[in-house]
């Protein structure tokens, strides 16, 4: 990409947005500065996210008017320490992009130095070794890059940033003692990393600083910055052009870790830490008319804090009908309904606070979703396998042998053999004409489904327990020990009856369970093993 247009720059807001997320519990465990809140993280994406609100909204036809839309998204919604500076780094680029339609090598220059200005301003005591030492390195690389390609310099300048967040803890005892990197600092170069990605087509391979889990002994450091006789964090929004100076005066009597700070437009964003928040947001009113006020308490935030994980291993299964979710529930698997939404998966998946999640899809529509919910969840630190499972009756069988006591690779191994040994077998009724292996078919003719393949079709109004026997037989013609039986909510009454009774005289060495699923547009779910 030789120029940052505005459609660039919403394709970073929305990597931005998609990398904070994954990056999110990381960042929060390591946060110990200046207060160990363990919110970095989370408050750096819901800043991101206001900003990309405020562009997805926004008619921007050039790249100033795309980055000014992003600035004004990032300061209405931002939260915390982190959440001020971010805005106050894309009021920045905005600002050297002002009037542009796109922006080249030494635009980028110019925005990141306006960026690292502004961003050093909005912190009342800037300290070596945070967010703003690695925001200068990114802009003094982009500044002495030799070339002027917008490649060159943005990858200069991501290289410097990941390269200072690596000496952040040499700079801050806080976090040698803790055993991490700045929290904000990696969040930065989260931002610049997906800026450099979508200029360049390309992940960058530059060194990146990891860091181990917060230590118990993290929790309780001691803030580097202001004083610990102040509990709360205040916020608020002011509109039109209000006395700052006088308001920073104000709220500076009455704590620490103040900012005030505009997007350039008549919108300013407020922060203290204080004991008194009556006063602080009473400052907010002799200044203008305060809005979006929010206010925490950081003890609060630090008794909040708990492991990510609070269990070692989870089986998720996803199950259509109240039934059968309920005799998954009971076998002890976190059940939902089946969906193809990746985020609600993601959110499923994390949401167990397990190390080891093992996934039973039940259906063969669901692998493209899945695929990118286990990306995004094993990319941000949890193992999620899905074990192949292509129907409710495969899914049984595999949680059947799970056991939490073995490892969980060979857990899963063991489930994945289990489903694999289960012959799949349906029994439903036709929604529309269509053409199968055995003829065609028309709405209303029932259908006998063998491994996801059509094998006989009978004009309705058929003879569901007959049809149902004959798959049964078909089935359990290559040998069998187990017969499940799984009712849709089409089953008639009396159904399951019919084929135990069948199998009873038929095949007196067979074993049959039944249990009534009500699988929505379902008759009779099958599985032999």
Same mark, same amino acid.
């Given at each position: 990409?030789?120029?940052?247009d505005a459609?660039?720059v %919403? &394709? ?9 997320d994954?990056?999110r ?6 946060n ?8 970095t993280?989370t408050n750096l994406? &819901?800043?991101?996210?206001s900003a ?11 790249v100033g008017?795309?980055l000014?839309?992003?600035?004004r ?6 939260r915390?320490?982190? @959440?001020?500076? +971010?805005s106050q780094?894309?009021r920045?680029l905005?600002?050297?992009? &002002? ?10 220059r110019a925005?990141?130095h306006?960026a !690292? ?7 009342s005591?800037?300290?070596?070794g945070t ?11 982009a500044? !002495?890059c030799p070339?002027?390609?917008l ?10 940033g990941?390269?200072?967040l690596a000496?952040?803890?040499r700079?801050?005892a806080v976090?040698a003692r803790?055993?991490?990197v700045?929290a904000?600092?990696?969040?930065l170069v ?5 800026l ?6 390309r ?7 990891t860091a181990?889990?917060r230590t118990?002994?993290?929790?309780t ?9 102040y509990?709360y964090e $205040?916020?608020?929004?002011?509109d @039109?052009?209000?006395d700052t100076?006088r308001?920073e005066q104000?709220?500076t009597?009455? @704590?620490d870790?103040v ?5 350039g437009?008549?919108?300013?964003t407020?922060?203290?830490h204080?004991?008194?928040?009556g ?5 907010g009113?002799?200044a /203008? %008319?305060?809005?979006?006020i #929010?206010v925490a308490?950081?003890?609060?935030q630090?008794?909040?804090q708990?492991?990510r ?6 089986v ?6 109240e039934?059968?979710?309920?005799l998954f ?6 059940v939902a309904e089946?969906t193809?939404?990746t985020a ?7 949401g167990t606070r397990?190390?080891h ?5 039940? !259906?063969?529509?669901l692998?493209?979703?899945?695929e990118?919910?286990?990306?995004q969840?094993v990319?941000?630190g &949890?193992d ?5 499972t292509?129907?409710?009756?495969q ?5 059947a042998v799970?056991?939490?006591?073995r490892r ?8 994945a053999e289990?489903?694999a040994?289960t012959r %799949? /077998?349906?029994?439903? +009724?036709?929604?529309?004409e ?7 078919c028309?709405?209303?003719?029932l ?7 059509v094998v ?7 003879d569901?327990?007959?049809?149902s026997?004959r798959?049964?037989?078909r089935m359990?013609a290559?040998?069998?020990e187990?017969v #499940?039986?799984l009712? /849709?909510?089409d ?6 009856e ?6 009873r005289a ?6 049959a $369970?039944a249990?009534? /699923?009500?699988?929505?547009g379902a ?6 093993e």
């Amino acid at each position: 990409m030789q120029a940052l247009d505005a459609v660039a720059v %919403r &394709q970073w807001a929305e990597a931005c947005v998609r990398s904070l997320d994954a990056n999110r519990d990381d960042i929060d465990r390591i946060n110990v500065f200046p207060v160990p809140d363990g919110d970095t993280g989370t408050n750096l994406s &819901q800043t991101m996210r206001s900003a990309q609100d405020s562009l997805l909204r926004t008619p921007a036809d050039s790249v100033g008017q795309a980055l000014a839309a992003l600035a004004r998204g990032a300061l209405a919604g931002a939260r915390g320490n982190s @959440g001020v500076i +971010l805005s106050q780094v894309l009021r920045g680029l905005a600002e050297a992009a &002002q009037g542009a339609s796109t922006a080249g090598g030494q635009a980028l220059r110019a925005a990141l130095h306006r960026a !690292d200005e502004l961003a050093t301003a909005a912190v009342s005591r800037p300290v070596p070794g945070t967010v703003l030492t690695v925001l200068h390195a990114a802009a003094e690389a982009a500044r !002495d890059c030799p070339s002027d390609g917008l490649g060159e310099v943005v990858t200069a300048a991501a290289e410097a940033g990941a390269l200072a967040l690596a000496e952040t803890p040499r700079q801050l005892a806080v976090l040698a003692r803790a055993g991490v990197v700045d929290a904000g600092a990696k969040g930065l170069v989260v931002l610049l990393d997906a800026l450099a990605a979508v200029i360049t087509g390309r992940p960058l391979e530059v060194p990146f600083a990891t860091a181990p889990p917060r230590t118990p002994e993290s929790l309780t450091t001691g803030r580097e910055a202001g004083s610990a006789e102040y509990e709360y964090e $205040v916020m608020y929004l002011l509109d @039109g052009a209000p006395d700052t100076d006088r308001l920073e005066q104000r709220l500076t009597a009455l @704590g620490d870790c103040v900012s005030v700070v505009g997007d350039g437009a008549g919108l300013w964003t407020v922060h203290v830490h204080c004991n008194d928040i009556g006063a602080a947001v009473e400052a907010g009113v002799e200044a /203008g %008319r305060p809005h979006r006020i #929010t206010v925490a308490r950081f003890a609060d935030q630090i008794a909040a804090q708990a492991p990510r994980f609070v269990r070692d291993r989870a089986v998720v299964a996803l199950v259509e009908g109240e039934g059968a979710r309920e005799l998954f529930r009971s076998a002890g698997a976190v059940v939902a309904e089946p969906t193809g939404d990746t985020a609600d998966l993601l959110a499923l998946v994390a949401g167990t606070r397990a190390r080891h999640v093992a996934l039973l899809p039940g !259906d063969p529509a669901l692998c493209e979703p899945l695929e990118g919910a286990v990306a995004q969840a094993v990319e941000a630190g &949890q193992d999620v396998v899905v074990v192949p499972t292509f129907s409710p009756v495969q899914a049984l069988s595999a949680l059947a042998v799970h056991d939490p006591a073995r490892r969980a690779g060979d857990d899963v191994v063991a489930m994945a053999e289990a489903a694999a040994a289960t012959r %799949r /077998g349906e029994v439903r +009724l036709a929604e529309r004409e269509a053409i199968t292996w055995v003829g065609r078919c028309r709405p209303g003719d029932l259908l006998a489904m063998l491994d996801g393949e059509v094998v006989r079709v009978e004009p309705g109004p058929a003879d569901v327990a007959a049809l149902s026997c004959r798959l049964v037989d078909r089935m359990l013609a290559g040998g069998g020990e187990l017969v #499940t039986l799984l009712l /849709g909510e089409d089953a008639p009454e009396g159904l399951a009856e019919a084929v135990e009774d069948h199998l009873r005289a038929a095949h007196p060495e067979v074993e049959a $369970v039944a249990y009534r /699923g009500g699988q929505p547009g379902a008759v009779l779910a099958v599985g032999v093993e």
